[in-house]
């Protein structure tokens, strides 16, 4: 049994009174320690979450908690590094530093976050408002680990990033955050940069919780059936295509499979993609510690959604053959 | 880095503000410069008025009473020379109202930098009271200085001025009102900015906030000018009172957006 880190319960955000719903019924858990990616199209509603994790932002329905209270209570532990990478133009790198050192008293560890910078070839008195859109990455990054955070929120952190820094950068967080136990989250469209960096997966779309849960378990969880078109009976089906008379579905079993199905296990791309073209597919929710593969949809709502997903497979079956 | 102000190696602090006040004044440190040099150059125009022209004004004062026709150009200039100071002095307070609405507030909330603060170890409550107190303290110090200077000046050679105290800026630059028009601007502009969340249009909306309080004021003043202190203290009061309702509704609507 491990600590919570974040823990939502029916979370949401409208924006306006009566504007749209950014987040709805947001429902997941995350141990500490754990290094979870957010993926998800635009405006899934990865933004609004780590902005209300992060205590900025203030929940129009449910909770949020933050190593069991409330945001504003834990700003002290847990770092926000936003989407555009917010700083302060008029300050130099070191100034920026020397604010982190300011504002985190107690905490800031200024031989974390220096040599972060320097990592990039940048100087000191060099001012923000001359930086490229990646040396400010870099220096927002700095900021984040020198205030030694015990939670990292980091909204698509890697975008500006050239490859090279990208690699480096990715390495001194992943190796950061793995000797300080330290619970890193992080969002992002791109989903073959998280593959190798994270063991949980939250994946969003349209406001909701589509995938969460450990990421192996996710996964195992999922096969990719191969082969004549035909029934995938009792099996939830999360995307099927047909080409010519060969069928390829990605498919949470129900039971055994029949044996004129080739099978795989799916890549956390493929695991992406199926669900997000298919917007129905009922959502799964995998607590790690079940300790099985187990799946635990977590109310009827899903299981209603499993049977119209499944008619709507084989009504487009239909229409195929 | 040599720039850091206490590295865990030697552990000696660099004396000097620290936490939020350190970053109020480094961030608007530009400001504060601006401010003061302006502090600085309207008493040095009272001073050099008074002690550098005086005289002349007087001895062509003096020669009126011998010659007609007589020249008055020294007390010309030297009743310009205070009248533009009262009036940069009384009407400051329309560029405290664009500064707070938009370079202390209305940019950090426009271009997310409070995403920066309000993320490190303080609350958002404690970076709206510096924000508010630093920048207050600035003011109150500039503004009294300037006060007490004009108060020198209008009173050093009484014989040659033109202008009396029911003037709309000597009313104001004689008194505690021109402080508390100040701060009326700064809360003023907090609240416009927090409530607008974009810099023009609360650098814009807290300057004609500010400028429609004055004319209100400049109204009711004309009905009741036999006495100055009366007046003068009754506006200070209101301004006062405007001044705190403006900071409070500013926490308020800080309070309902953030946790």
């Known amino acids: 049994m491990t600590d919570t880190a974040i823990e939502a319960a029916g979370l949401g955000r409208q924006f306006g009174r009566r504007g749209k719903w950014a987040l709805f019924d947001c429902t997941f858990q995350l141990p500490a320690g754990s290094v979870c990616a957010i993926a998800g199209p635009n405006g899934a509603g990865k933004s609004t979450l780590l902005a209300l994790v992060a205590g900025l932002l203030v929940p129009t329905e449910g909770e949020v908690t933050v190593f069991g209270t409330n945001p504003g209570a ?123 960096a994270c063991d949980h997966l939250l994946l969003m779309g349209g406001g909701r919780v589509r995938l969460a849960g450990p990421l192996d378990d996710l996964l195992a969880a999922h096969v990719l059936v ?21 069928l390829t579905a990605l498919i949470r079993p129900n039971g055994p499979l029949d044996a004129e199905w080739q099978t795989s296990e799916p890549t956390l791309e493929e695991l992406v993609i199926a669900h997000l073209r298919s917007p129905a597919a009922p959502e799964l929710t995998l607590t790690g510690e079940t300790g099985t593969d187990a799946d635990t949809d977590t109310d009827s709502d899903s299981d209603s959604d499993d049977t119209h997903t499944d008619e709507t497979d084989a009504d487009a079956e239909e229409a195929a053959k | 880095m040599t720039a850091l102000p206490a590295s865990p ?59 007609s026709p007589c020249t008055i150009h020294a007390v010309i200039i030297y009743n310009e020379r205070i009248g533009l100071v009262g009036t940069a002095v009384c009407y400051s307070f329309l560029a405290v109202a664009a500064f707070s609405g938009g370079a202390l507030f209305g940019r950090e909330l426009e271009y997310g930098t409070v995403r920066l603060a309000w993320t490190q170890s303080v609350t958002p409550g404690r970076w709206l009271a510096a924000k508010l107190a630093v920048p207050a303290l600035a003011l109150a110090v500039g503004g009294t200085a300037l006060v007490l200077a004009f108060r020198w000046a209008w009173s050093a050679h009484p014989e040659l001025l033109d202008s009396d105290w029911t003037s709309d800026h000597v009313f104001v630059a004689r008194g505690p009102a021109m402080v508390a028009y100040s701060l009326c601007a700064l809360a003023v502009g907090a609240v416009t900015a927090l409530a607008l969340r974009r810099t023009l249009p609360a650098l814009g909306v807290s300057v004609a906030v500010m400028a429609l309080v004055n004319q209100v004021m400049e109204y009711y003043r004309q009905e009741d000018l036999v006495k100055y202190w009366t007046p003068h203290l009754a506006e200070t009061g209101i301004l006062l009172a405007l001044a705190a309702t403006a900071a409070l509704a500013a926490f308020a609507l800080l309070h309902g957006r953030t946790d």
């Not at chain 1, 870099?138 to 990208?166: Q, S």
Request: aromatic residues 4%.
């Open chain 2, 9 to 67: 190696a030697t552990g000696r602090p660099v004396p000097g503000p620290r936490g939020l006040t350190w970053t109020v004044l480094r961030l608007h440190r530009t400001a504060l410069i601006v401010w003061g040099a302006f502090v600085a150059l309207m008493i040095a125009v009272l001073v050099w008025n008074e002690v550098g022209t005086a005289d002349a004004a007087l001895r062509e004062l003096d020669g009126c009473l011998r010659h």
């Open chain 1, 74 to 196: 834990a700003r002290e532990r847990l770092a926000f590094v936003a989407q555009d990478k917010p700083l302060y133009p008029q300050l130099t790198i070191a100034e920026t530093l020397r604010l982190g050192h300011e504002l985190n008293p107690g905490r800031w560890n200024a031989a974390v976050a220096e040599p972060i910078v320097a990592g990039g070839g940048l100087d000191p008195h060099a001012r923000i408002r001359n930086l490229s859109g990646g040396q400010r990455t870099r220096v927002a990054l700095a900021l984040a680990l020198g205030k030694r955070p015990e939670l990292l929120l980091l909204d698509e952190p890697m975008a500006d990033l050239d490859p090279l820094a990208r690699h480096q950068l990715m390495g001194v967080l992943m190796a950061d955050a793995a000797e300080n136990g330290t619970t890193v989250v992080m969002s992002s469209h791109v989903v073959a940069e998280l593959e190798d």
């Open chain 1, 226 to 246: 191969t082969g004549r078109a035909g029934d995938l009976g009792p099996h939830t089906v999360v995307e099927s295509r047909t080409t010519g008379r060969q």
